[in-house]
């Protein structure tokens, strides 16, 4: 499977777990509206009638009635909790019971009238679900958490469909640390060989060139820090006027240089197998990993040695 087929499979999963997300989210959202015994009231001219409130949140309401009112309207609206006696609702004592909120009408249609709360405070928001919490509006609303479970578990419905992804994200973002670790320390390596090795020869008290165990020696310290070192791989090479000489496995040979005559090019190869720190799972036949594969990583230091 090529990298565009792994990302569409890695999209798809996504896709299906946000519509997850947004279907437990609304199954949510639709258990925080309540069927409480209230009753409304609000001015008309005369004395104030009670209205049966068909259902209520902290956000709004609609309310049964024959007064239709032209949307936009605002408008105070005072609710009382009401007991039901079987032959209708009774509200009960106002000077101990009731809550006043300002409200604009945003709808109405045959069920009655929809109201949009307007609270001028958050204070006032919580004031009034607390008000709803209440008395009769408590025990609809156990009733309606009884009914709808997810009420209760959205949260930790939300937590599991999140946490494999976070933790798939955090295991990514070591692996991948990892690797650009490795890419930058098996560079520098590469670049301190060939510099150990041209520092021989030609120069102040010509000391001797050193050589290739004593460059592998330097490398393999300078990438002490890596994990499977046992996969280190060191080639020296040197191009001596189209004459090259290598040391160690592979197969890479140093470039003419372009003044044979007065200078040796001197080349250090190093190859390592980066391998991730947290592994995790892997199809390898189908292309699938949930991380970074096992990568061989090769860089070379190409310097000019004096004849």
Not at 100 to 108: G, H, M, Q
Not at 196 to 207: E, I, K, L, Q, R
Request: proline share 7%.
């Amino acid at each position: 499977m090529d990298t565009s087929s792994r990302g569409s499979t890695f999209a798809k999963y996504v896709r299906d777990w946000v519509k997850t997300w947004k279907l437990a989210l609304r199954e949510r959202r639709a258990t925080q509206r309540v069927t409480p015994p209230l009753l409304a009231y609000y001015w008309t001219g005369g004395v104030p009638s009670a209205h049966a409130v068909i259902d209520v949140s902290a956000d709004g309401a609609l309310v049964a009635g024959k007064d239709r009112w032209r949307p936009g309207t605002v408008l105070l609206l005072t609710f009382q909790h009401a007991t039901d006696s079987g032959s209708g609702l009774t509200a009960q004592p106002i000077e101990t019971d009731a809550a006043t909120v300002r409200a604009r009408v945003s709808r109405s249609d045959a069920d009655g009238m929809g109201f949009r709360f307007l609270h001028l405070t958050p204070a006032d928001r919580r004031k009034f679900e607390t008000f709803l919490l209440q008395k009769g509006a408590q025990q609809e609303h156990k009733a309606m958490s009884a009914k709808h479970p997810s009420n209760g578990g959205s949260a930790i419905i939300e937590l599991a469909l999140v946490l494999p992804l976070l933790f798939l994200f955090i295991v990514n973002i070591v692996n991948f640390g990892a690797f650009f670790f490795a890419w930058i320390t098996i560079a520098n390596a590469a670049r301190t060989g060939a510099q150990y090795m041209v520092m021989g020869g030609a120069t102040v008290t010509s000391p001797a060139p050193a050589t290739a165990a004593q460059i592998s020696t330097l490398v393999t310290n300078d990438i002490s820090s890596l994990l499977n070192r046992g996969s280190l791989v060191v080639r020296v090479c040197t191009n001596n006027n189209t004459v090259v000489t290598c040391t160690g496995p592979g197969s890479s040979v140093p470039p003419a240089d372009p003044e044979p005559s007065s200078y040796v090019l001197a080349t250090v190869d190093v190859t390592y197998t980066y391998q991730p720190p947290v592994p995790l799972w892997s199809f390898p036949n189908l292309g699938i990993r949930a991380t970074l594969p096992p990568t061989t990583l090769h860089r070379q230091g190409v310097m000019r040695m004096i004849q």
